[in-house]
């Protein structure tokens, strides 16, 4: 691939060369600047899976206990604590001021 255009940066022997090897070469200097501390760098640890699997787990949990609910309700066998929602109401209006 050849580009002719003398506004893009660059040298014409850079403009000649095929576009996978540009490719190649941004990315050792990427590489290179990341090293040196030139660059962003990014970096996922195994806690990052641990995370993944907890959140599927709450899902899943969630999820069962959501159809727990819904059945003691359509049931009309659902009995709220209102001792316990009040006093989350309480706790969670004191922690937000």
Partial sequence: MRINDRNLAGTASETARPQETQMVEAGR???SAA?????DRVEFSG???ALARAV???QSSRASRIAALTAQVQAGKYQPDAAAISRGIVTEGLAGA
């Fill in 47 to 49: 806690s990052l899976g």
């Fill in 29 to 31: 200097q990427a590489r």
């Fill in 56 to 58: 599927s787990s709450d």
């Fill in 35 to 39: 090293t040196h501390g030139g660059g």
